[in-house]
């Protein structure tokens, strides 16, 4: 069964169609680089796919379960919408750090509030550990007490991309993740973002114009004026230490 199954996504603007019968499907550990020059509606598919944006023809499952049929009102409600997101983890290329709070406080806010509207059981204390442990890998050890105006672009962006992993998603949904780094650091996020595909199941969606990370994705999609306009599977993905930038 597949993770992720995207069926005949539409969406339209005023009298623009931005989105035009987009299908896919992916499975759980798969990673899938959507690739479109600016415009071609990559950045508007991954807000539908979050409910940043609410498609206007379609059908969005996640393990075989619908959260979003546009010829079903109930599952329209904006009252769940929260609850859809909870299935994704995203990282915006514009980073939506929260300017009041420290590095670790913006990657541990989510976890803190489903611990307590979900009733997850976590303890602070551990959800605290597990976001130092995080923002350490990004290699921001001695950022954590630091607020975003105090950080760099490229710090702001590993920030952003830890305060996503840190709610463990299954789906993990990134607009231009590597594009505030330079190339040694989107390597290594990448190839953080790569091991925990493998070793976790962890499914990921980039959202791309570097070509070059292609060669890192199970599946590769282009699009073009809004619509799919190729597909090619990767049997063999590159591991992202050896791919040329």
Request: net charge neutral; glycine share 8%.
């Amino acid at each position: 069964m597949a993770i992720l199954d995207v069926q005949h996504i539409e969406k339209h603007f005023g009298d623009t169609s931005v989105l035009k019968d987009i299908s896919f499907s992916l499975e759980e550990g798969q990673a899938l680089s959507i690739i479109g020059s600016s415009g071609s509606g990559k950045t508007t598919l991954l807000r539908c796919l979050n409910f940043l944006e609410t498609p206007d023809q379609g059908v969005i499952s996640v393990r075989g379960k619908t959260l979003f049929d546009a010829a079903d009102p109930d599952t329209r409600r904006e009252a769940d919408i929260r609850k859809k997101r909870l299935h994704f983890g995203l990282v915006f290329q514009s980073f939506n750090l929260f300017p009041q709070y420290t590095a670790l406080e913006n990657v541990t806010l989510a976890r803190k509030l489903m611990a307590k509207t979900e009733k997850t059981g976590e303890s602070e204390d551990a959800i605290l550990a597990d976001g130092r442990a995080l923002l350490e890998k990004m290699g921001l050890a001695d950022r954590m007490e630091n607020y975003p105006h105090q950080l760099s672009g490229g710090q702001q962006q590993r920030v952003a991309i830890a305060r996503a992993l840190a709610k463990r998603p299954k789906l993990l949904l990134c607009d231009e993740p590597t594009g505030a780094l330079d190339d040694q650091t989107g390597k290594q996020i990448l190839s953080l973002l790569q091991a925990q595909s493998r070793a976790g199941g962890m499914t990921v969606v980039i959202i791309t114009h570097n070509s070059a990370l292609t060669a890192m994705a199970d599946r590769v999609i282009r699009v073009k004026s809004g619509q799919i306009a190729g597909v090619r599977i990767n049997e063999h993905p590159t591991p992202v230490e050896q791919i040329e930038w």
